[in-house]
């Protein structure tokens, strides 16, 4: 699957339904970039959930199996779409949100996740994670929260305790 349609990747012209995702923002122009590329590489055999900048880099979530077609042969994909992109890309895969949250955290343990009810109505999902496990992550704590923010679609508050 792609963020947009297999004939918009193709085409690399958005039809109605892909360009109304866009204006919504539950897709970005770098998923649409992303998705032009990567259909060209695998045909629509393979693709991504989402594209996700954090600044100093981009996240590809994408499905385990897809990791190694997504990299290509000798890492040819993956190098063609950083040029594209202008910066280091992270490809990483999960089977479920919850799983790519515990990837994207590990090695460090979570202690607790709850639900924060605030006054404005808003629903954030605060995952707390052991204090001591800080230094091990691989991501700093902004671009984690940034890249589960966008996973579940909620905000998130990534909290050390
Ligand atoms: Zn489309």
Do not use: W
């Amino acid at each position: 699957m792609l963020p947009i349609c297999n004939i918009c990747a193709k085409t690399k012209v958005l039809c109605a339904s892909c360009e109304t995702k866009l204006k919504n923002e539950e897709i970005s122009e770098l998923d649409v970039k992303i998705a032009q590329m990567m259909y060209d590489f695998g045909k629509g055999e393979f693709g991504f959930e989402k594209a996700v900048d954090v600044g100093d880099f981009v996240v590809v979530l994408t499905q385990k199996e897809d990791i190694g077609k997504i990299i290509g042969p000798g890492g040819e994909n993956l190098r063609k779409m950083e040029e594209s992109v202008g910066t280091h890309i992270k490809i990483m895969g999960a089977s479920s949100a919850e799983e790519m949250i515990y990837t994207l955290i590990f090695p460090a343990n979570i202690v607790s996740t709850s639900r924060l009810y605030l006054a404005d109505g808003r629903v954030i999902k605060k995952i707390t994670i052991n204090k001591n496990d800080v230094d091990k992550l691989k991501m700093d704590l902004h671009s984690i929260k940034k890249i589960v923010s966008n996973l579940l679609h909620t905000d998130v508050e990534i909290v050390v305790g």
